[in-house]
């Protein structure tokens, strides 16, 4: 099954690359890297559960 990213975030990217470009891009990026890094620090302490994607 093919991935498709959810709207809402194709809309936040795009908002933040109309309203900052490159730099506001980057921004998000740094920032989406350690919310990622975070999150799946959560999940390892959660346990071995896999969690389904909303949607």
Known sequence: MEHQTDKAIV???LRIRDRFGA?????MI???????????????????????PPG
């Open 30 to 52: 740094a920032l989406a890297e350690r919310e990622l890094a975070a999150a799946e620090t959560a999940m390892r302490e959660l346990g071995p559960h896999e969690q389904d």
């Open 11 to 13: 809309d936040a990217v």
């Open 23 to 27: 730099y506001g891009l980057r921004d």
